[in-house]
């Protein structure tokens, strides 16, 4: 069966990770999106172990990742990546369409939940806007999501750990110092925390910090 025509990428390059462990899914999904200029498949992963000396070893953008693996899953995976190397975007691509592994993910870390029999365009437009800092679903999805998820629930639970600080006036180097982390580490957790919650400016952050803890406190 011929694939569909898949659209050129747009300007960003992006370097992909596979992580599934079914060597013949890999294999299709690399034939498929190396057609699309723009994104390079520079590491593949069969196990959660695999993937995490891969991410340590070279740079990553996106990890195109399965939920059922072997061992550690998709989902306690991703939340690994995002606590270690959270520059790396994750977007699952799994056969589940229920709401309980969307919601387990988001809260995890990913930015996106695709469903392996959606159309290939529809798997090359989610990796193009989560590398642009966007959030993708697939349509699918829509009607088992419901209502949107409490902002709490957006927020993997470091996100939240690195909010607690910035609520008490610190300094990335002090958080740093505080989570064992690196600055650079907390400067993307704190944009990935206004990316998720679409606040603009420090400002503005420290403000909701500050009325998150004292929400937290009661």
């Known amino acids: 069966m011929t694939e569909p025509h898949l659209p050129a990428a747009t300007a960003i390059v992006s370097r992909v990770m596979l992580v599934d462990d079914h060597p013949l899914v890999r294999d299709g999904l690399r034939a ?3 057609a699309v200029p723009g994104l390079h ?19 990553i953008d996106l990890a195109l990742m399965d939920i059922n693996m072997r061992g550690v899953n998709g989902i306690e995976l991703t ?8 520059d790396i975007a994750v977007l699952i691509l799994s056969m589940h369409d229920k709401s309980e592994y969307v919601i387990q993910s988001i809260q995890a870390g990913a930015r996106g939940y695709v469903l392996k ?9 989610a990796i193009e806007t989560v590398r642009r800092g966007g959030i993708y679903y697939s349509a699918a999805l829509a009607g088992q999501l419901g209502e ?3 902002q709490r ?21 002090h958080i740093a110092r ?18 998720k919650l679409a606040i603009d ?18």
């Open 32 to 34: 498929r999106l190396e």
């Open 41 to 59: 498949i520079v590491a593949e992963a069969g196990s959660a172990d695999e993937a995490l000396q891969l991410a340590a070893s070279q740079p």
């Open 79 to 86: 939340a690994k990546l995002h606590s270690r190397y959270p």
């Open 117 to 125: 029999d959606a159309p290939g365009q529809d798997i090359v437009h």
């Open 148 to 150: 949107p998820l409490p």
């Open 153 to 173: 629930d957006l927020l993997t639970l470091r996100e939240r750990e690195v909010l607690k600080h910035i609520a008490n006036g610190e300094s990335n180097k």
């Open 178 to 195: 505080e989570l064992d982390l690196s600055v650079r580490t907390v400067e993307t957790h704190r944009l990935n925390i206004k990316r």
């Open 201 to 218: 400016g420090q400002a503005e952050l420290i403000k909701f910090a500050v009325e998150w803890q004292r929400l937290e406190g009661r």
